[in-house]
């Protein structure tokens, strides 16, 4: 079964506020990562936080680790229409669970209102 | 600069016929990967390697086929399509479990079993 559950399933929010999005999952981890798709196209991955860090920016992009938790927020600041997009958390348990892939979430759909 | 390209980009296919989704990465990467992605229920594995001449089962392997004669190549194959295998298939690729490194995706094949 899937190990990332995001949330909310879907966003709507205008431009210029931030997007705040949460990921919960069950098991151990090695890192946690974020991945974007743009309707009808493949993942791209936008940020990686390892199980040892709390907090890490990447431009407007803003995600935080509780492992204690085991939750993940990724914040999207002054958002834009092009933000419009899936955003999905995936965990990496390989060091825990025998080489296992990444493990994705169902994703939460953000849509940014100009 | 490549990355990783799967074909056919879409298709029909008629209940019952076999058929070969190919996917190939330029990046050397040791490990490759399978999902589908349906409406709600996020991406889903189906079968990944970690390393040439390797394979493993994900979340959702039945009826579904794959090989890893080399490190560019990963094909997927459905030995006699149903229409519950109307998906979205996606192939990724990455350094591998434990290295802790992003997964790069294809563009995806948007397959229809009638």
């Known amino acids: 079964s899937q190990q990332g559950e995001e949330d909310p399933q879907a966003l709507s929010i205008q431009e210029g506020e931030n997007a705040t999005m949460n990921c919960s999952y069950k098991t151990s981890i090695n890192n946690l990562q974020w991945y974007r798709q743009n309707s009808g196209r493949g993942l791209v991955h936008l940020i990686l936080i390892r199980s040892n860090e709390r907090e890490k920016h990447s431009g407007r992009l803003r995600v935080t680790l509780d492992t204690s938790k085991k939750s993940s927020s990724l914040l999207i600041t002054a958002s834009r229409a092009a933000d419009t997009a899936s955003y999905f958390c995936a965990t990496d348990p390989s060091l825990y669970s025998g080489n296992t892939p990444l493990v994705f979430g169902k994703g939460t759909r953000l849509s940014v209102i100009a | 600069i490549a990355g990783i390209t799967q074909a056919p980009t879409s298709q029909i296919l008629a209940a019952g016929r076999r058929m070969t989704l190919r996917c190939t990465q330029d990046m050397r990467h040791n490990a490759m990967y399978w999902y589908r992605q349906d409406l709600g229920l996020g991406l889903r594995l189906i079968h990944y390697?970690?390393?040439?001449?390797?394979?493993g089962k994900g979340e959702v392997p039945d009826g579904y086929s794959v090989s890893r004669a080399n490190t560019d190549d990963f094909p997927l194959t459905l030995a006699s399509a149903v229409p519950s295998q109307t998906s979205v298939y996606f192939c990724?690729?990455?350094?591998?479990?434990?290295?802790?490194?992003?997964?790069?995706f294809g563009q995806g094949t948007r397959l229809t079993v009638v």
């Open positions: 390697s970690n390393t040439a001449g390797t394979t």
């Open positions: 990724a690729s990455s350094e591998g479990p434990g290295r802790g490194g992003e997964a790069f």
